[in-house]
């Protein structure tokens, strides 16, 4: 799967002639619903997620509205990657304190 595509394609999976969707970036885990009215969706996490967020995120991608679905995670693989969101909330509060300092309040 790729950011080419077609996403109209994974809300109907049961009507595919595919049963596997193999998702390797961020772009897969956000605003795309795996659906499968038919078939029972099976969710296997083999890489950490960059933040809670994400992972949130990333969980709700199947067993949406009812549907039928497992989530399997490697015993290995933390659910999100503490170093990654640790670096991502550093560059926020950054962003945060050079954006408050350019902002004059009258």
């Known amino acids: 799967m790729s950011e080419e ?4 394609i994974l809300r109907c999976l049961d009507e595919q002639p595919f049963k ?3 998702a390797t970036g961020e772009f897969a885990m956000r ?12 969710e296997v996490i ?3 997620f960059s933040c809670k967020l994400q992972a ?4 709700d991608r ?7 679905c497992r989530r399997i995670r490697f015993q290995d693989v933390e659910m999100v990657d503490e170093k990654q969101e640790a ?3 550093t560059k926020l509060f950054r962003y945060i304190e050079t954006t ?3 902002v004059k309040i009258n």
Do not use: P, W
Not at 5 to 8: A, E
Not at 31 to 42: L, V
Not at 56 to 59: S, V
Not at 62 to 68: E, H, K, L, N
């Open 5 to 8: 595509t077609d996403y109209n």
């Open 20 to 22: 596997l969707v193999v």
């Open 31 to 42: 605003g795309i619903d795996y659906r499968s009215e038919k078939f029972t969706m099976t």
């Open 46 to 48: 083999a890489k950490s």
């Open 56 to 59: 949130r995120q990333g969980l």
């Open 62 to 68: 199947v067993g949406r509205f009812g549907d039928s």
């Open 87 to 89: 670096e991502a909330e």
């Open 100 to 102: 408050l300092k350019t």
